[in-house]
């Protein structure tokens, strides 16, 4: 069962950490103004500044994501996830969830 942890631990790091800098890159592209085709869209949509609001939850995504494998930090990963929205944001939420996994396996 080591095995299993650790390569589920290691797919939730990975797309978390590419889901971050996804969240990062096009909230930057959408704040210039480039149309970015968002296929989820965010909670936050909106609200104060949402472009700065994912972005900050894109670093913090990418500081969490090498602590995926502990149980506090792959849920906020999962709450992170579902409210940065787009692409990025439903990589790390799945990110999350296989951290989730990987704790409890």
């Known amino acids: 069962m080591k095995g299993g942890k650790g390569t589920l631990g290691r797919l939730g790091y990975i797309l978390a950490i590419v889901g971050g800098i996804l ?52 849920v906020a990963l999962i709450v992170i996830g579902f409210l940065g929205g787009g692409i990025g944001g439903l990589l790390v939420l799945i990110g999350g969830v296989l951290g ?3 704790h409890f396996i």
């Open 23 to 74: 969240m990062v890159i096009l909230s930057i592209l959408g704040m210039l103004s480039y149309a970015v085709m968002m296929p989820f869209s965010s909670p936050l949509g909106g609200f104060f500044g949402s472009g700065i609001v994912t972005i900050i939850l894109g670093i913090i995504a990418i500081v969490l994501s090498k602590r995926v494998n502990e149980l506090l930090w792959a």
């Open 100 to 102: 989730l996994l990987a």
